[in-house]
């Protein structure tokens, strides 16, 4: 089975529009954290949001914010006001139990912001 | 400046040619990992690293070899490339408490012909 699910292999955002990112994960261990990562066209890595598991209230970072629905372990992206810049790969990962660090990404999300 | 340094970012080589993609990183983590990222895969964790002389298996760690024998750096090391070895390598490392927010370097690109 995935760890990690992402089911929109592309997406189309209109400028200044929100846009969400789905991902849905799968664990049966209690302690976990949920990351989402970008990747732009140049090739890096870039931090954007983390989720621990035991953490009550969403996570948010600037314009993006991770709705965070633990029943049914779902951790989306929702980017608020989109941007040309936002114009990327965003890949969902989670890191596997405290100190396990098994890593597990998701297949990415191609965003493409129209201007 | 905190960062992690691969080298080399492009390689073309050839199938059995042994080689060693490096990986240092300058921010005293704990944690050590490399990935190879194929289109519509998303990234693979192939090893990782606890700390210096621990390293365990990934999900992809077939045809690799890693080693640490110091805290700052974590090579990976192909001993007989195939060309299904042909991906972009990317090396990561945190610390084991906190976030474990994962720091990448810039990726290695590889070609195995």
């Known amino acids: 089975a995935q760890k990690i699910t992402q089911t929109q292999p592309g997406m189309f955002v209109q400028e200044k529009e929100a846009v969400t990112l789905d991902c849905t994960y799968d664990t049966s261990d209690p302690s976990y954290g949920l990351f989402w990562y970008k990747q732009p066209s140049s090739g890096e890595m870039i931090f954007l949001i983390y989720?621990?598991?035991?953490?009550?209230q969403n996570a948010t970072e600037g314009r993006y914010s991770l709705n965070f629905q633990k029943a049914r372990k779902s951790a989306n992206l929702v980017i608020s006001a989109s941007q040309l810049g936002d114009s990327a790969m965003y890949f969902c990962a989670m890191r596997e139990g405290i100190f396990s660090n098994q890593f597990y990404f998701g297949t990415g999300t191609s965003l493409t912001v129209i201007p | 400046e905190a960062q992690v340094t691969q080298n080399p970012r492009y390689l073309i080589t050839v199938t059995g040619k042994k080689l060693t993609v490096t990986c240092s990183q300058n921010?005293?983590?704990?944690?050590m990992s490399w990935y190879r990222q194929d289109p519509g895969l998303g990234l693979r964790q192939i090893y990782y690293?606890?700390?210096?002389?621990?390293?365990d298996k990934g999900d992809v760690p077939e045809g690799y070899k890693v080693s640490r024998k110091e805290k700052r750096n974590f090579p990976l090391i192909l001993e007989s490339p195939s060309p299904n070895q042909t991906s972009l390598y990317f090396c990561a490392s945190s610390f084991l408490a906190n976030t474990g927010e994962l720091f990448f370097g810039e990726g290695s690109r590889l070609t195995v012909l």
């Open positions: 989720q621990g598991s035991y953490d009550q």
């Open positions: 690293s606890m700390n210096v002389e621990v390293t």
């Open positions: 921010m005293n983590h704990e944690y």
